[in-house]
């Protein structure tokens, strides 16, 4: 039932953030390149199995923290027809966390079931992290978010379903809010360029 309602709720959600002045997309302007390698890094999926991101180099690579229980929860189905749409040039990968207001209190196993029975998500989803700047934040989310280890953006996830571009050569590219659909005409073109 709380996912038939957030997926009534989720287009007023989009409509009344696009009228919003805050700032939804931050980019790479001068296309500074990391000071520390994207693909030294990895995430653990949720079925266990450890994906090295130096697997993922010629293709772009979108990194979204994610919630089940979140307003934003339908854009999965919106990641996962981009992914069929781009998974030749483009690997998605899914950060389930519950950084706020308690939106993603299930297990990893619990998260898979949601991910595949509501939004069919073929995309790689990752274990549980914590994405937020503490001592326990995850080391993609601590590279996505200091401008010392990836050139130019200290940008932390400000809710669910924040998303971070980087191109085919590890260089994180963009930022976009939570708001901004991942069908979005500024997303796809940042994808295209």
């Given amino acids: 039932m709380r996912q038939k309602v957030l997926k009534l709720v ?76 781009s998974k030749d040039h483009l690997e998605i990968i899914a950060f389930p966390a519950n950084d706020f207001k308690e939106q993603e209190k299930g297990s990893d196993e619990d998260i898979a079931s949601f991910c595949s029975k509501n939004y069919g998500v073929s995309f790689p989803v990752a274990k549980k992290i914590v994405t937020v700047k503490n001592e326990k934040q995850h080391p993609v989310f601590q590279w996505l978010s200091d401008k010392e280890k990836n050139g130019w953006n200290d940008k932390v996830p400000e809710w669910n379903f924040s998303k971070y571009l980087l191109n085919e050569k590890g260089m994180l590219t963009h930022y976009f809010s939570p708001q901004v659909s991942p069908l979005s005409e500024e997303v796809l073109a940042s994808i295209n360029q």
């Fill in 10 to 85: 989720y287009p007023l959600l989009i409509w009344g953030r696009k009228k919003s002045t805050h700032q939804k997309r931050v980019y790479n302007k001068r296309m500074t390149p990391p000071p520390v390698s994207f693909y030294a890094l990895s995430a653990m999926l949720n079925d266990g199995k450890q994906l090295p991101f130096e697997k993922l180099k010629g293709k772009k690579i979108l990194l979204v923290n994610t919630a089940s229980n979140c307003g934003y929860t339908p854009q999965y189905a919106e990641l996962q027809k981009l992914y069929q749409h």
